[in-house]
């Protein structure tokens, strides 16, 4: 027994067990028959000693009598159950760690036979005829038809578009049968779309089989403006062109008239009945026009050719009208000229550029941050002037604070004589000439000094200022002035009526002052002839309680009761937080100007040039603005200007 015992722990043992149920009931099978082969050992040795055995007992069917004096042997010895020792932790997860893979092993072949072994079958598609692709057709958009400004204003535009010129008059008819406001100018644009263009001068003399000398249209800039003016007696068609050249002009103007005199007028081929055959002058607001009446519903071919504005119109009350609206249009153009600009950067920007081609400013102020050295600012202001001739056919004021240390905007100048320094007459004289020859080589031609004002130590401007009395300060002013003026420099004298007994700065605060300060320190610079007075933002209550000078008309007459009529008042830079914080900026732009100063200076600082600009053409254009007192203005600068054009 014991080595069976130890043979079924080596059978145990072996690694080709598959599970230890076979195990058990393959060492079971072995048992039985071991012991199958006992009995079959025991049967054959009773049959050598046969026994006899009494009736009773073989009554009883099963194996014979174990033998008395034998042992008896217990059931369960016969077949031995295994007596295995309970396996270890370690045999235990060894057991079930066989386990685990075996049955991965399994899976893994499952797989392979069914899903690997087997490729797939591959769908057998059939072969298509290659689709051609057509290549794309390169789209090239047209550039957007570019539409000129009006020449003059107008309260609405209607568009048509044409394929080809013969189209025109048939839209051209449906367009006129709409119903338009009475007094109103409606432009119309005709685009022609297979061109990509608008209709041009030629095109309608064309369509409308319109007998107008060719040569016209030649003398004529290529942007026009077509309109219906909406009169009571009818639409009437208003065109408005610019004077491209002058010369020939008059004379092709005559042989029209004088053919239309001998053929009569023709419109679509067909002629035209007219009162009179003949053309006749007449005036409106002293702009001199030509007219041919067609009839008496006040129908007929008017023209007139003014500046360098070209206008055609078919009634007496359409020329009149536009003649108003091109002298508005003008006029607007020139509202500039009231303003000193102050600008960003050394150089002429894309931005500057446009910011004068809008609004057009009669003058520009240079600060240091304009300022870097000679031949850049030369080259600076000469942009400038040349942007400004092309733009207005005017110059500009080019100004400066050139006074003499501790304000001089040049740096890089070599006269900087401070006012304080200046002992005499003779002095200030040549300081003026030689601060007048430098500013005078640079481009510049307005200088805002000398300062004028009555200060003493303490007051905010006494470095800036002679610091003399004021019939000294009068003598050495009058002195430099004249030398600026030899230099061919304009001057404007400043601050009138003076920022004495002011500590603190009055472009933070607004500075009232109770008494009017000495002021005949100006009346003696005034011999000198200086073009411009500039004056202080400033709250004299004996003047005006509420209102600084400029803004003041009984401060500007003030003035030029106590100067001249005729010298141009400018303002001090009206970007200011001293007014911004009190008024309005409408009020800062207007006020002046109905006040009676001519010139204002907005140098941008606190608010943007273009912001102040608005405001003023806004309060303009809506009645806000006196239209005379702003007209003479302009008069006054534009006066100045043609002197400047001079050569000296």
């Known amino acids: 027994m014991p080595e069976e015992i130890e043979e079924k722990k080596e059978f145990l043992k072996r690694e080709e067990i598959k599970t230890m149920q076979k195990d058990i009931a393959k060492f079971r099978e072995i048992e039985a028959q071991k012991e199958r082969e006992r009995i079959a050992a025991l049967k054959t040795e009773e049959k050598k000693v046969p026994e006899r055995i009494p009736p009773e007992v073989r009554r009883v069917e099963g194996p014979p009598p174990i033998p008395p004096e034998k042992e008896k042997i217990p059931l369960d010895t016969l077949i031995p159950k295994p007596s295995i020792r309970k396996p270890s932790p370690l045999t235990k997860i060894l057991v079930r760690g066989a386990i685990v893979i075996i049955c991965l092993l399994i899976a893994g072949f499952f797989y392979w036979f069914f899903g690997v072994k087997k490729p797939p079958v591959k769908e057998v598609i059939p072969p298509t005829e290659e689709e051609i692709i057509p290549p794309e057709k390169e789209v090239v958009e047209k550039p957007e038809i570019i539409i000129p400004p009006a020449l003059i204003s107008v309260e609405e535009t209607k568009e048509v578009e044409v394929s080809k010129t013969e189209e025109i008059p048939k839209v051209f008819s449906q367009l006129i049968g709409e119903e338009f406001p009475v007094g109103a100018f409606t432009r119309l644009l005709i685009k022609n779309i297979s061109e990509n263009r608008l209709a041009s001068l030629e095109d309608l003399s064309t369509a409308f089989q319109i007998e107008t000398p060719v040569e016209i249209f030649q003398k004529l800039e290529p942007d026009y403006t077509l309109a219906v003016y909406s009169q009571e007696q009818g639409k009437r068609i208003v065109l408005v062109g610019k004077i491209k050249e002058e010369e020939g002009l008059k004379e092709i103007l005559k042989n029209w008239e004088k053919k239309i005199k001998e053929e009569g007028v023709f419109l679509s081929g067909e002629k035209i009945p007219t009162l009179v055959s003949y053309f006749r002058t007449s005036f409106y607001k002293e702009i001199g026009f030509r007219y041919l009446t067609i009839s008496k519903d006040d129908l007929g071919i008017c023209y007139a050719w003014f500046d360098d504005y070209f206008a055609l119109t078919t009634s007496f009350e359409s020329i009149k009208k536009a003649i108003d609206k091109i002298k508005a249009e003008e006029f607007e153009k020139k ?136 019939p000294e300060t009068g003598e050495l002013a009058k002195a430099l002035i004249l030398g600026q003026k030899k230099a061919g420099i304009l001057t404007a004298i400043k601050h009138f009526p003076g920022y004495g007994d002011i500590a603190f700065q009055p472009e933070d605060t607004l500075a009232i002052l109770e008494t009017i300060p000495e002021i005949s320190q100006f009346e003696k610079a005034m011999e000198a002839n200086p073009e411009f007075i500039m004056t202080a933002n400033v709250i004299y209550e004996a003047i005006s309680p509420s209102l600084p000078f400029t803004f003041s008309s009984a401060a500007i007459q003030f003035l030029k009761s106590n100067t001249s009529p005729e010298v141009l008042v400018i303002s001090d830079d009206l970007a200011q937080d001293s007014l911004l914080n009190k008024f309005s900026l409408e009020e800062i732009v207007t006020k002046p100007i109905e006040a009676g100063v001519d010139v204002l200076i907005f140098s941008g600082w606190d608010i943007e040039v273009s912001q102040g600009l608005d405001a003023f053409l806004s309060a303009f254009q809506g009645g806000e603005v006196s239209k005379e007192k702003t007209e003479k203005a302009i008069s006054r600068i534009t006066k100045l200007k043609e002197k400047l054009l001079k050569p000296r």
Do not use: C, H, W
């Open 335 to 470: 509202i500039g000229q009231l303003f000193i600009i102050g600008f960003e950067g050394k150089i002429i920007t894309p931005q500057l550029e446009e910011l004068f081609k809008k609004y057009r400013p009669g003058g520009v102020l240079l600060l240091s941050k304009n300022i870097e050295s000679k031949e850049q600012l030369k080259s600076l202001i000469q942009d400038l002037q040349n942007l400004s001739l092309k733009e207005t056919s005017l110059p500009l004021f080019i100004a400066v604070d050139q006074e003499g240390e501790p304000m001089s905007r040049i740096g890089f100048a070599s006269e900087k004589t401070s006012q304080s320094a200046i002992e005499n007459s003779e002095i200030a004289y040549q300081v003026g000439l030689k601060r007048g020859k430098e500013l005078k080589e640079l481009g510049i031609n307005l200088n805002l000094a000398p300062v004028l004002d009555i200060t003493k130590e303490g007051d905010f401007l006494f470095n800036r200022s002679f610091q003399k009395p004021a």
